[in-house]
């Protein structure tokens, strides 16, 4: 039904110039915030998740198919300036490769990438560097053979339900000195309480099994006895190194 609707009345709208659509929007959203102030915040945190979506959408395509904020927030400095040439990196929950490509390319770090998902892997196969290889696996079970120095984890985390048992199976097979770590917080903004408070979807992707605090990723680093060596928050957002602590500390 929904598909249907779009069909019909979106070449309608298209025909519309852009300043009456924009007015007649602007009318109805007035009227949206003239109910009572529960079911007004309520459709207009509904209205704004809709135009989010659609704003990450276009924001792909605006940068030739890489999310703009890489660009903007310029998050791949944090791993790229953490790495050094030859470092063996493995990259898990790669996505399209963008970061991985950066790490290969301006740290010269040998950099192999892992994902789930078929599509993004054949999407990062179009970066070429020969330090760079990409693989389509389940990250507990279809790990690389060899070990690796650094694990780069970047917005991944958070889409793991048993996220302790994942850290520490994956430093138990791969052997890594530190981990690289990027993981969205719960506390980035007061809609994210307002939506709770209204009994709404609350985390900024419904794959999401948590999102963070400073308090409560120290507390998760700890009980997969990582030692957190470096810890900073930007964009709402933390981003951190890590190491496991000696086996012989654990006891």
């Known amino acids: 039904m929904k598909q249907a609707v779009i069909r019909v009345v979106l070449p309608l709208f298209k025909l519309l110039p852009y300043r009456l659509c924009r007015v007649l929007c602007n009318l109805w959203l007035q009227s949206v915030a003239n109910k009572d102030p529960k079911t007004a915040m309520r459709q207009l945190l509904e209205v704004e998740n809709g135009l989010t979506d659609l704003i990450n959408f276009v924001a792909v395509g605006y940068d030739n198919g890489v999310h703009v904020k890489h660009r903007l927030t310029k998050y791949h400095d944090f791993f790229v300036d953490r790495l050094q040439p030859g470092e063996l990196v493995l990259d898990i929950g790669c996505g399209i490769g963008a970061l ?4 290969a390319t301006k740290a010269d770090a040998v950099v192999t990438g892992i994902d789930l998902n078929g599509e993004n892997i054949a999407t990062a196969s179009q970066f070429q560097h020969p330090n760079l290889t990409f693989i389509q696996g389940d990250a507990l079970q ?3 053979p060899q070990p690796f120095e650094t694990i780069v984890i970047s917005n991944v985390l958070e889409h793991i339900e048993h996220r302790v048992e994942f850290l520490n199976t994956v430093q138990e097979q791969v052997l890594p000195r530190r981990w690289l770590i990027r993981v969205p917080m719960i506390n980035r903004d007061w809609l994210v309480p307002m939506r709770q408070e209204l009994g709404m ?3 900024s992707d419904p794959t999401h099994y ?3 605090t400073q308090q409560s990723f120290e507390a998760e680093m700890q009980a997969a ?14 981003w951190a190194e890590a190491q496991p602590q000696k086996r012989a500390n654990r006891q």
Do not use: D, R
């Not at 991985?100 to 790490?103: E, N, V, Y």
């Not at 006895?225 to 933390?238: K, M, S, Y």
């Open 100 to 103: 991985a490509h950066s790490m």
């Open 142 to 144: 279809e790990l690389p």
């Open 201 to 203: 979807f609350y985390f």
């Open 210 to 212: 948590t999102e963070y």
């Open 225 to 238: 006895h990582f030692t957190i060596t470096h810890l900073q928050i930007n964009w709402g957002e933390i």
